[in-house]
């Protein structure tokens, strides 16, 4: 049956989906609909928990927490709420809590416009942290893949055993669209950790070996420690290598756009070929070489002033041309006549 | 013949532990560990959690599942992990400046939500694994590292803040006080809800030191000399007393809501004002303030808004402004506070 879905309703019917049982957050648009539904849920269903937390560091740590406690936990907020969740991101990474984080932008720094659409958080999630981490994040641009990814979420963060992003943006949570729920399959992966009172386990965020014994002084034992963090995350990454490649025959300039830009841009596909990454990162080089090779222009459309851009330029080892859409203004018209003027005399 | 079986709940293995000599955290490591046995609890039903400071090493050392969160957020995590998990005992062991500093937004609203939570905070009046520096609970006029003259500020009184909204379970004891301090660890442990023991607890090395003693045992004796203990169970302590503080929950009064109408007014029974008429009370020459509103006119001479001078902001005195209000971003429920005065003619 076809029903009526913002992208919020579709996040957390994706997360329900995938059998998650705990939900803590903070007010904060354009993702309190999230919290308010995570609230009349668990309401009506007490297997499902709910709690309201006095802010997003304790919301965050609260999410990773019941993940520990043997649950599948996630949260939602936007970009100053992920300022704050930044040390339990980082937390999460090191005690290998599995859990999924919403981010839904908007403009920035700080309460930037609230809510303007945006696309400016990519550099904060990838190591907002400190230290050394490899977060995978991904990023739908429908409300019916919006769903499907928090599913794929869930499972991303199972295997590699750590906080998964699922990004969207302010346009995004609030869009409505007509989806059927029931008609998309999905597979979940179940939990494999064993939770919290069944061993003389420690969970710390300082470094340690493989006895979970604190070992703040050796520098081998970090490096293997963290040599295997990276290989679990690109292993688990390589099973999702998503992306959308949209080619024009004769077209010598490729967008690339993800998101909300990449529908606002889907007209231009007349013109240019269009990729769209869907799993923002790691970051989809290999693709990224392959598909750029034949096209003399690549130009990055993004709610930022460039994040994606210089990811793109790390991993083709090109200069690529920037359309900044930024302050919410993501008007077609504007953006096609900013194409035509990068394009000038190339 | 001394019970020593509470050794299976330490990681012995780990010993000689990361602690100075002297401390007071091996006192409160053991008691706990007591309290544990007593109580029959081990690694099948347990879990410790624990924060960020020498405290906050305890949970390494005990042979459960401990969860060691980053600095200031053992309560949240307990929190959750209670929540998901209601058949494990959780155990909060931490420090004053994890606690009631960097997590005092934490204890302020976990204790608020009174989830069945056991916490032991190492109260050492200073912050040790950084070096001594002030902390929140460093009584006024001390010099630590940081407040070389002295503090100059009063020390959080945990004794007040953690009795001020029932239920709640809040004792105090120290490490010297022995049997005192088993009592109190024993009552927290049996208690259904948040439980909270400030362990009045020495650091000699960094703190001890500066103030001249010379051993842990004659910091003891200061503690001694500082407090006293009161028997029997009181409903809050004072700030020099040793002893439990319980209340039961109190059963506040449910706010009422009620809805005040004001009687309808008929419009026939209203003087008339023609436009002309009200055009002249614009509130100059001392005159009161009429608008026009829907038919009726109303006396605003009393609004702040309007005070001293006869136009605020948009609107004018002395005019029918029904058109103005309705496309106004405040609605019209601020002009039914002031009182009616007549109708307008038409």
Redesign the interface.
Known sequence: MKQLLSGNEAIFKGAIKAGARYFAGYPISPTSEILQQASLYAEENPEFRFLQAEDEIAAAIATISASLAGVKAFTATSGPGITLMQEALGWGHVVEAPCVFVNSMRVGPSTGMPTQPAQSDLLQIKGGSAGDYYPIAFYPNSVEESFRLTVTAFNAGEESLSPVLLLADAFLSHLYELVDLDAIEVTVVPRTQEPLGSGQRLFTGTAHDKLGNVKTNDPVIYREWLAELRERHLRVAEKYPLYEYLPCKKAETLLIAFGITSRIISPLRERFSIFRPIRIYPVLERELKEMTESYRHIIVIEGNDGQYAGWTECAIHRQVLRVPCLGGGFKLQWIQSQIEERLKGR | MIDRSYKDLL?MR?FPHTWCPGCGIGAVLKNVAMGLREMGWD?????I?SGIGCSG?M??YM????????HG?PL??????K???P??NVVVLSGDGDLASIGG??L??TARRNPDITVFCNDNEIYGLTGGQAGPTTPKGTKTITSPRGEHYQPLRLNRILTTQAPYFYAKTTVYHLNHFKTCIHEALRYKGFSFVDIISDCIELNGRRLGFKTAHQMFKWFDQRFHIVEGVRDHLKDDELGIAMKEADTLPKVKVEVSEKPEVSLKDLKPFSLEELASFDGQDGKPIYIGYQGKVYDLSTSPLFQGEKRMRCHLGGKDLTQEIGIAPHGEELIFKFPIVGRLKE
């Open positions: 990681k780990r690694y099948r039903n347990t879990v959690v090493r949970g390494g042979n459960v599942d401990a969860v060691h969160t980053p957020r949240t995590a307990a929190e959750a992990i929540t998901v998990r058949d494990l937004n934490h302020l609203h």
